[in-house]
């Protein structure tokens, strides 16, 4: 869970908190220690809607407290609380804010692969002179070969569009083949995220990337995380970067740049490298437009 993400669970829980202290009252439940002792423990259940419903279980732990029984059943998607009846009060209220329908993000990717060739050459030119002599005509042939140095760039553009629930990953492919495998591969042992006696070969690089939308929007928080996959003894191997992952907070339909959030610049400097076609190195340049997408609204 991100940080923005678990501030705002605790501020509704404070509020629900709060706004069950001012209805106590008017409910007819004392806040009185010694009077909720004798109340009985009551069962109730929940439908949940939510994608997260590990999260929801831990936010009403935290606010009637973990000695209450609290379970998720995943068959019938039904939370149940054993707890009292001011205690389900709260819990009604808790779940009006956070057992919602999560929205859909779509990521809008921009690749921009720009690759830079080196070009040398021999070439060889000439020119035909014809001298008149006096008593003879002569034709001289002068050989004028030229050396060439020249840098070729080329550049290619991309695009792909991906449609994600708010809270789930989204896996951008990078490369099948990362040309600087060995630095990459040292960063995770450096960072204890590669075992030294672990053997990595072809290996394709990915990113990462998890929207949650705040509350209704507009706001969303993005995590975006480098992480590369190979086969490991005929085994699925993953390795998330962890140290290398960025969290930001943009505006619904706002666009950023990789590259413009590197807070480890040499690690992504060999990570976001691939080849194209030709078989030349190129530094990639990804761009992300995110954009909030409200669930369909069922038949009638």
């Not at 009985?40 to 997260?52: E, F, G, N, R």
């Not at 329908?101 to 692969?113: G, R, T």
């Amino acid at each position: 869970m991100s940080t923005y993400l678990h501030v705002s669970i605790i501020r509704i829980i404070k509020s629900v908190v709060f706004a069950a202290l001012l209805l106590a009252p008017l409910l007819g439940h004392s806040t009185d220690s010694t009077a909720s002792t004798r109340e009985i423990d009551v069962y109730k259940s929940y439908k949940i809607i939510s994608s997260d419903p590990n999260l929801i279980v831990s936010a009403v732990k935290d606010l009637i407290g973990k000695d209450r029984k609290v379970f998720f059943d995943k068959l019938s998607s039904q939370l149940m609380v054993i707890a009292r009846t001011n205690e389900h009060q709260m819990v009604e209220m808790l779940l009006k804010d956070i057992n919602t329908i999560p929205m859909n993000v779509q990521i809008d990717v921009n690749f921009i692969e720009g690759a830079e060739e080196e070009s040398t050459g021999l070439e060889v030119g000439g020119k035909v002179e014809v001298i008149k002599h006096p008593n003879r005509t002569s034709t001289d042939i002068i050989i004028e070969p030229q050396a060439h140095r020249q840098m070729v760039t080329s550049s290619s553009n991309s695009k792909q569009t991906l449609l994600v629930q708010s809270g789930r990953e989204a896996h951008l492919l990078i490369g099948q083949e990362v040309p600087y495998i060995e630095k990459i591969i040292e960063f995770g042992r450096n960072w204890g995220y590669i075992q030294n006696n672990i053997q990595i070969r072809n290996v394709g690089a990915f990113l990462n990337v998890r929207p949650q939308v705040i509350g209704n929007g507009p706001y969303i928080n993005i995590q975006i995380t480098p992480e590369i996959s190979s086969l490991v003894d005929i085994k699925a191997y993953r390795v998330k970067y962890i140290r290398a992952a960025t969290e930001i907070t943009v505006f619904n339909g706002q666009t950023i740049t990789i590259g413009g959030l590197q807070k480890d610049s040499n690690f992504y400097d060999s990570f976001l490298v691939g080849y194209n076609r030709h078989g030349m190195k190129t530094m990639l340049d990804i761009s992300l437009t995110v954009r909030i997408i409200q669930p369909a609204k069922p038949s009638k």
